[in-house]
């Protein structure tokens, strides 16, 4: 989430009650999570485990519950609980508003546009012109729709991100990450019916120019596509997942968190995908695979019990 202005390191400080130490001149632009982390961000880390790579990491401030050493042009801030600060900064800049009617004041709706009946609209939410929003579609705050967009009835944009701030010394082993994210969906996208496209944690979920997908798909929080990507029925992906421009995902395919698909990759239906897969070439099975690779072996398991009867005799 980018703030309305850059925010003083110092103002932060203060506001969260945290001990600053390291660069007390910065400017945070916005907060994000370690996946996501740009040159001015704000992040936080409450575990020893990922001090080092919140450290190493493009984050210009650091909140955090140990003071550890700070490189150069960095701050730190040090408070008990980094969760509760996040969830502190998060509800002071992107506070919940309750709706008051179907569509709402603050959304912007292009020329040429048609809304069909009972679409929810939330607040601060831009759609394009010449789209068409198809029956009982929900599109909630804070998300971008291009222009010539189709949405299918049933459809949701901008649920919130099934991320949880897990741990086991309390009786709420997982406290909701509070999403502060947007969905952005480019010009010339086309959505089927009962499909669900999760807000990012605190960045964008990105579905790319001219990409179709077909109905009951799920795109977790934080994904970014490429332009012109094609998902058949049933696909699902993670969080945090890229997928290049020009990928192919068949029915039924399972894409695993934060990994890469290069461009032009296409997977075969029912195939898991818990790596990152170069572009250009094709892929099936769990693990997924090469798929000529993975033909050949069928043939070969098909084989065994040939192979066993001529072995045993």
């Not at 759609?127 to 291009?146: A, K, Q, R």
């Not at 669900?196 to 964008?204: C, K, L, N, P």
Request: proline share 4%; glycine share 12%.
């Amino acid at each position: 989430m980018q703030f309305p202005s850059p925010v003083s390191v110092q103002w932060l400080a203060g506001f969260l009650g945290a001990e600053l130490i390291g660069n007390k001149d910065g400017q945070a632009t916005g907060i994000n999570e370690i996946h996501k982390v740009e040159k001015g961000d704000l992040v936080f880390v409450d575990h020893p485990k990922y001090y080092d790579t919140c450290i190493r990491s493009a984050a210009s401030f650091i909140i955090i519950n140990k003071v550890v050493e700070v490189p150069q042009g960095k701050a730190l801030l040090v408070v008990d609980q980094p969760f509760e600060a996040y969830l502190a900064i998060v509800r002071h800049f992107r506070p919940f508003e309750p709706a008051t009617g179907m569509i709402s004041d603050s959304a912007v709706i292009g020329k040429g546009t048609y809304v069909y009946p009972n679409v929810f609209i939330g607040h601060h939410t831009t759609i394009g012109e010449h789209c068409v929003i198809h029956p009982n579609v929900t599109i909630l705050d804070h998300c971008v729709i291009g222009d010539h967009v189709i949405i299918q009835a049933g459809t949701v944009i901008g649920s919130d991100a099934f991320y949880y701030n897990g741990k086991k010394d309390r009786d709420v082993w997982y406290r909701k990450m509070e999403s502060c994210g947007r969905v952005v969906i480019g010009d010339y996208v086309e959505i089927g019916a009962n499909c669900t496209i999760d807000r990012g944690v605190s960045h964008d979920t990105v579905i790319g120019a001219g990409s179709k997908l077909d109905n009951l798909i799920h795109i977790g929080h934080d994904t970014v596509t490429g332009k012109n990507c094609l998902f058949a029925g049933q696909v699902g992906i993670a969080g945090a997942v890229d997928i290049g421009k020009g990928v192919i995902l068949w029915g039924q395919v399972g894409v695993s968190k934060t990994l890469t698909i290069g461009d032009n990759a296409v997977v075969y239906a029912q195939s898991g995908v818990p790596f990152s897969l170069e572009g250009g070439k094709t892929y099936f099975g769990s693990p997924a695979e090469d798929a000529k690779v993975k033909m050949k072996e069928l043939v070969w398991v098909k084989r065994i019990p040939e192979l066993w009867k001529r072995v045993m005799g």
